[in-house]
């Protein structure tokens, strides 16, 4: 069994990690498949540009037309680049509220966790129509951060029970839903028809703006989530065994929480409501890479990545040249993918 892993230690022995020696792999082949998928949803629409001009473009080479600079740095590239990094924070969110709650049911949107974000950006978009992009990530981080919170407080009982979290939180994202319909019921027509639009889940029009306002969080949540990745599989034990192994189950589960709610309320704030990826991707990981979270996080996240890229790319392509948001159609695969997840785990 020995010879399955790979052990990643610092001189100091400060950072210990062990991973899958699959995962190196898995994760190439990921990168490979998902720059395909970039680069052909780059190329694909009303002005089709090849693969390789694509490309050339990308890096700065010369092309025969000048155009192509125009339409891929400022109309396709952005909007690309968002699903990826939107698909990437969702499915690390989604693989820690999973290890959390120790359910392969969970998922941010499940317990409540995009509700909230959902709630106070439709509010802002409603309420506050003119307000500055990069203020956006913040007031959903808040409805998320509010949200967790109370679903913390409400199923604590000498601890939080992961069972009791979960139950505790689809009665909150009921809640915020349906402040959320009021909110849009009352609200201007234009407002609340790009309320509507952004509630979908979509990418479409994104700028290099969204992406500067997304980037701090991802910076500074991703690597949180790699470098807590151990604590999920010792809290996976269950709280006593980890206490016995000396940590410190509270606080290490409060931080999760928070790396989950800041990468879930950052996304939702970019490109919306996109359901599902949170719930499919770290299942999709696990199968490729085994239960151990210093492998299943950062295979989860390309995978995110890869479906809400695809996802984007079978949207615009599907029926056009009507466009589907993204949410859309991971919302048509993953509810089906749900129902076979309860199928399978009936007599869990």
């Not at 009791?164 to 849009?184: D, K, N, P, Q």
């Not at 028809?193 to 500067?212: D, N």
């Not at 910076?219 to 980890?242: K, Q, W, Y």
């Amino acid at each position: 069994m020995t010879n399955s892993w790979l052990v990643i230690r610092t001189q100091k022995s400060l950072l210990s990690m062990r991973i899958d020696r699959r995962v190196p792999w898995v994760l190439l082949v990921l990168i490979i498949m998902t720059l395909m998928v970039m680069v052909i949803s780059i190329g694909y629409g009303e002005y089709p540009i090849p693969p390789l001009d694509v490309i050339k473009t990308i890096l700065g080479l010369p092309t025969n037309n000048p155009d192509y600079n125009f339409v891929i740095h400022t109309l396709r590239l952005p909007r690309v680049i968002t699903a990826f990094l939107v698909g990437t924070a969702l499915a690390i969110a989604g693989a820690i509220m999973q290890g959390l709650t120790r359910n392969p049911l969970a998922a941010p949107e499940i317990i409540g966790v995009e509700a909230g974000a959902g709630l106070v950006a439709v509010a802002m978009i409603v309420l506050f129509p003119s307000v500055p992009i990069f203020l956006l990530p913040i007031a959903a981080f808040t409805g998320a951060f509010v949200a967790a919170v109370l679903v913390y407080l409400l199923a604590w009982e000498n601890g939080s029970s992961p069972i009791r979290l979960i139950l505790v939180g689809i009665g909150v994202g009921a809640i915020a839903s349906a402040l959320t319909s009021v909110m849009i019921t009352f609200g201007e027509i234009s407002d609340v028809s790009q309320a509507l639009v952004w509630l979908a889940g979509s990418v479409y029009g994104r700028t290099w703006e969204h992406i500067q306002a997304l980037l701090p969080w991802l910076i500074v949540f991703i690597p949180a989530s790699l470098l807590l990745a151990r604590e999920l599989n010792t809290l996976n034990l269950g709280d006593e065994v980890a206490r016995g192994l000396g940590s410190r189950v509270e606080w290490q589960r409060g931080l999760l929480l928070l790396t989950c709610v800041a990468l879930s309320g950052a996304s939702v704030a970019t490109a919306g409501t996109i359901g599902f990826v949170g719930l499919m991707a770290p299942h999709l990981a696990r199968q490729l890479v085994g239960n151990a979270h210093e492998g299943l996080v950062p295979t989860s996240a390309l995978v995110g990545g890869l479906i809400v890229s695809f996802a984007d790319l079978l949207g615009r392509s599907l029926f056009a040249p009507i466009e589907l948001p993204c949410g859309v159609v991971t919302a048509a695969v993953g509810a089906p993918y749900f129902l076979y997840l309860l199928y399978r785990n009936r007599n869990a």
